[in-house]
């Protein structure tokens, strides 16, 4: 079992930048593909991004490709998102997941452990 804490969201203006970080207790992510996923209210959860879990491989929703980055450090046991020119449409609750296999990484239903989610807020 794997424990995921969020944490950098906030209140940002748009076109600023924000770096959400998911730590990791309980085993070592280098045994998992870890994924970020949001939801926003009234919405459905969505994909953002996922990442092998050797770090070679990555994948990013079409409304992030080229502004958002996701990176992992397994010896800090620690996955990223890095979000860059930031919209009012990426407003939403954000949340890390760990998964023991996945096919495409974009499913919710693929990851096993979820953490609590961290808020992002963009103004405009």
């Known amino acids: 079992q794997v424990q995921l804490v969020e944490s950098g969201g906030g209140l940002v203006q748009a076109g600023s930048s924000l770096r959400l970080s998911c730590a990791a207790s309980?085993?070592?992510?280098?045994?998992?593909?870890m994924g970020w996923f949001r939801q926003a209210p009234g919405k459905e959860r969505e994909f953002v991004a996922a990442?092998?879990?050797?770090?070679?491989?990555?994948d990013y929703a079409d409304s992030v490709k080229g502004r958002f980055t996701i990176s992992r450090d397994n010896a800090k046991n620690t996955v990223y998102l890095q979000m860059n020119s930031l919209k009012p449409d990426d407003t939403a609750i954000y949340y890390c997941?760990?998964?023991?296999?996945?096919?495409?990484?974009?499913?919710?239903?693929?990851?096993?452990?979820w953490g609590q989610g961290t808020q992002v807020t963009v103004s405009s």
């Open positions: 309980g085993r070592t992510i280098s045994s998992y593909d």
């Open positions: 997941a760990a998964a023991w296999r996945v096919t495409t990484g974009q499913r919710g239903y693929e990851y096993d452990y």
């Open positions: 990442i092998s879990r050797s770090g070679s491989s990555t």
